[in-house]
């Protein structure tokens, strides 16, 4: 991407010629953060964030409230925010969003939610945001979680203690309506969180519950329901979250976290299906389905323990319960049909996805003695995964029994060099994983033919370097390289067989995915003009890409390679209280469909996102804040045969504004401010002969809220 590399180079001349402020955290964030300061939880170290060669994000619960005020959810603000992240589908379902056009792992806590042996892509929706202190995103293909962050990590952070003892509550109240205000459109929202801290003991439980309505699009139509994937619009959800801490010793915290959180669609509407020759989406008319209605349960239990002076250094426990059950729509679909069964050929049914976790992760991370400018953290991670996906009108098992066990231990070293002036970071993660099938049989429309179980295993090490340079106060460039790791939707892979006599212990697909990060960027970060620079490219040579076929999404494992160039500027003005921001990515990725050797067909919409800019004007004084921002999504195209999967691009404005009183603070968002009409990237670009899926992004909205802290 010689397009890029120019860019990159420009830009940190800009940055340097210009007494510029880096923080990547805060490019889109009016108030001043001290980027030297931040401690991300999810890099596994007590380090600052500006020791390590990563680029990272933090988005503090200000900022997370205002975009989550918006747009509704976690992963609308995440999406919001980054420019590397992908437009989101606008459906309960993320299947193809992607952070630098790969998967990134969602977490709590720096506990995985996503379910790698059968991937419902539902792991954005797992808790709700009142319950969420910060927002740690880190950028590319690590290990630094385990298994899956091949696109990078965005770990969500619990609320904390409260700062003194007593009782504090926290509430929240809002309203959203469409702009045509039609009574079916209309959703509320209402939370509480208590605390209460008495020395050394405190205890935290809170509640919300959500109703949404209808969603409208730009030309005021009612927006088509994904009947099968699952819909946010026309759902409820409730969220219950307790914590409960104890302060060992001045240094040692033990802390108990709980979380339920179940999001339900209601079913009030069927879609219409549009026309895509006519460039009319499809649209949603009162109605009834069969079977259950989509929905998404999640279920979190962990128990930690921190010292931040034993030994000398700072011992990290922890250890987790996780369950997930995703129930998704149903159809006469051809992949269900059994004549065995109704030969008919008239069968409904519907698929469930049911998976539970336990883990456990401990660490030591302390100065080595004698050498204290080299700080080195140590560690061991378990993980034991049992997932399935049955059909819940018939009983049949689609995808059977799978158990992941992952065993990994760590080491991570970061020395100081040349009077703080240059960082040396790196370390090695070794991961052993077994997964273990049982004898089954395929759906007969795969067959059906009779699977023999097994239990491939593999070990792999893997590894990462990078170093740092601070040249002067407020200057910082930095190199790394990194490996990911993941492994293919493996619940495809098996619900897919089509041959017999297949030996699942020496099955080719179901090899893991590792892919190579490597990335340069630099940073500056002095007063009141900031700005950052970033270039990376991806490779994997054996990576999992989701290929559409006979209406059921399948796995091939294909090399791919991605590039991208990523940049953001921020600017407090000489005007008091207003700061401007702006940021850029451009990603570019390719693989080799044809097998002919050479890496050189465009990723299609499903496997990466459209180049994008986001500008933001941010204004405080006294009570008084606001904000406008716009999302500019660019015109995609891919070389391929068809022109149908070209992205035309659009463009969207936010806004969001608030006032302090002494009762609380009472706010309004605005969704897409100037209505405007778009097809999402999602449904231009992917299943262009379906007019079922042709879905219209959502038009103006308004959310007005108040939030108190008593």
Do not use: C
């Not at 939880?41 to 007590?46: N, V």
């Not at 791919?560 to 700061?579: D, M, N, Q, V, Y």
């Not at 004007?617 to 500019?632: E, F, H, K």
């Amino acid at each position: 991407m010689i397009r890029a590399f120019a860019l990159l180079v420009a830009t940190s001349a800009l940055a340097i010629s210009s007494s510029v402020d880096a923080q990547t955290t805060a490019a889109e964030d009016a108030s001043p953060v001290e980027t030297n300061e931040i401690v991300v939880t999810a890099t596994r170290t007590q380090l600052p964030a500006s020791a390590l060669p990563l680029t990272v994000d933090v988005i503090d619960r200000e900022m997370l409230a205002r975009q989550v005020q918006i747009s509704g959810s976690t992963v609308d603000a995440v999406s919001a925010l980054l420019p590397s992240f992908s437009p989101t589908r606008e459906k309960l379902s993320g299947a193809g969003e992607s952070l630098r056009g790969r998967a990134p792992l969602y977490a709590i806590n720096g506990i995985p939610q996503s379910t790698p042996v059968r991937d419902g892509s539902r792991d954005g929706y797992t808790i709700d945001p009142f319950f969420i202190d910060r927002v740690e995103v880190i950028y590319g293909s690590n290990a630094l979680q385990g298994i899956g962050a091949t696109g990078g990590v965005v770990n969500q952070v619990t609320v904390g203690a409260p700062a003194s003892d007593g009782i504090e509550v926290r509430a929240l109240a809002q309203i959203t309506a469409s702009d045509n205000f039609e009574s079916e459109g209309i959703g509320a929202k209402a939370g509480s969180l208590v605390s209460y801290r008495r020395g050394d003991f405190d205890v935290s439980i809170g509640a919300t519950t959500e109703r949404r309505g209808a969603f409208f699009d730009g030309n005021a139509n009612r927006i088509g329901v994904d009947g099968t994937q699952g819909e946010v619009q026309d759902s409820d959800s409730w969220s219950v979250f307790a914590r409960l801490g104890y302060d060992v010793t001045p240094t040692a915290r033990l802390e108990l976290i709980a979380n339920r959180f179940e999001l339900k669609g209601n079913a009030h509407y069927v879609i219409v299906p549009g026309d895509r020759a006519t460039g009319t989406p499809s649209t949603s008319v009162r109605g009834t389905t069969p079977g259950a209605a989509p929905s998404n349960t999640a279920e979190l239990l962990s128990a930690s323990l921190i010292d931040s002076d034993l030994g000398g250094g700072t011992l990290i426990l922890q250890g987790f319960y996780s369950r997930t059950d995703d129930v998704f729509g149903g159809g006469v679909f051809g992949t269900f049909q059994d004549p065995r069964i109704d030969p008919s050929g008239t069968l409904f049914d519907q698929s469930a996805n049911q998976s539970r976790k336990l883990g456990g992760k401990v660490s030591y991370e302390r100065e080595v003695p004698g050498l204290e400018n080299l700080v080195v953290t140590a560690g061991f991670d378990a993980l034991f995964d049992r997932t399935k996906q049955t059909l819940a009108q018939t009983g049949r098992v689609w995808v059977p029994q799978s158990d992941f066990r992952s065993l990994a231990p760590f080491v991570q070293g970061n020395l100081t060099v040349l009077d703080g002036v240059v960082r040396l970071a790196g370390g090695m993660r070794y991961e052993n994983v077994e997964l273990s099938v049982g004898d089954y049989e395929t759906l007969y429309s795969y067959g059906p033919v009779q699977v023999s179980g097994g239990s491939p295993s593999f070990t792999d090490l893997l590894l990462n370097a990078g170093i740092v340079v601070e040249p002067i106060d407020g200057l910082r460039a930095y190199a790394n390289y990194a490996e990911g790791f993941t492994i293919a939707d493996v619940g495809r892979i098996l619900r897919g067989i089509t041959q017999p006599d297949v030996d699942i212990d020496t099955f080719l697909s179901l090899e893991p995915v590792v892919s190579n990060n490597r990335e340069l960027g630099v940073e500056y970060d002095q007063g009141r003009l900031t700005a950052s620079a970033s270039y990376f490219w991806s490779t994997s040579d054996f990576g999992s890409l989701l290929v559409l076929r006979n209406d059921v999404f399948e796995v091939e494992r294909q090399p791919i390679e991605i590039e991208g160039f990523e940049a953001s500027l921020a600017w407090r003005t000489p005007l008091p209280g207003l700061s401007l921001s702006g940021g850029y990515a451009a990603l570019q990725g390719r693989t080799d469909g044809d097998n002919d050797g050479r890496v050189d067909e465009d990723l299609d919409g499903a496997n990466i996102s459209p180049d994008r800019i986001n500008l933001a004007a941010d204004y405080a004084t006294g009570p008084l804040s606001a904000r406008v921002q716009a999302r500019m999504y660019l015109a995609r195209e891919f070389n391929d045969v068809f022109t149908a999967t070209d992205f035309e691009g659009y463009t969207l404005l936010d806004a969001f504004v608030s006032y302090r009183t002494a009762v609380g603070e009472f706010s309004m968002g605005v969704q897409n401010i100037t209505d405007a009409f778009y097809v999402t990237y999602d449904s231009d670009t992917v299943r262009v002969t379906d007019n079922s899926r042709f879905f219209a992004g959502r038009g103006r909205s308004f959310t007005l809220g108040w939030r108190g802290t008593f």
